[in-house]
Nanobody, 126 residues
Framework: QVQLVESGGGLVQAGDSLRLSCAASGRTFSTLAMGWFRQAPGKEREFVAGIGRSGGSTGYAGSVKGRFTIFRDNAKNTVYLQMNSLRPEDTAVYYC???????????????????WGQGTQVTVSS
């Protein structure tokens, strides 16, 4: 199994930045594909960013492309989501997830992932 522990959420103003962290344990981290999703109250969980196993590809939802960056530090078994130029519409609970099979691509569907973190709240005031 894989355990995911998230941190970094908080309350910020529009235009500010946050960095979310997701630390993984239980498997060889470099072989894991990782993703970030978010869910606002009353809405479906949506894809934000994804990264394949170490050496693989990255991708972003159109709403965050150019503002958010996903990257991984294999030495720390951690994947990050750097969020810049935050907007009120970015307000949501953010979740990290992992696909254990660890291919060199990212996934955009929640059902493609095997394990999930507990979520961390991001609130952006206007």
């Amino acid at each position: 199994q894989v355990q995911l522990v998230e941190s970094g959420g908080g309350l910020v103003q529009a235009g500010d930045s946050l960095r979310l962290s997701c630390a993984a344990s239980g498997r060889t981290f470099s072989t894991l594909a990782m993703g970030w999703f978010r869910q606002a109250p009353g809405k479906e969980r949506e894809f934000v960013a994804g990264i394949g196993r170490s050496g693989g590809s990255t991708g972003y939802a159109g709403s965050v492309k150019g503002r958010f960056t996903i990257f991984r530090d294999n030495a720390k078994n951690t994947v990050y989501l750097q969020m810049n130029s935050l907007r009120p519409e970015d307000t949501a609970v953010y979740y990290c997830a992992t696909k254990v099979s660890g291919v060199y691509i990212y996934y955009t569907r929640p059902t493609s992932y095997d394990y999930w973190g507990q979520g961390t709240q991001v609130t952006v005031s206007s």
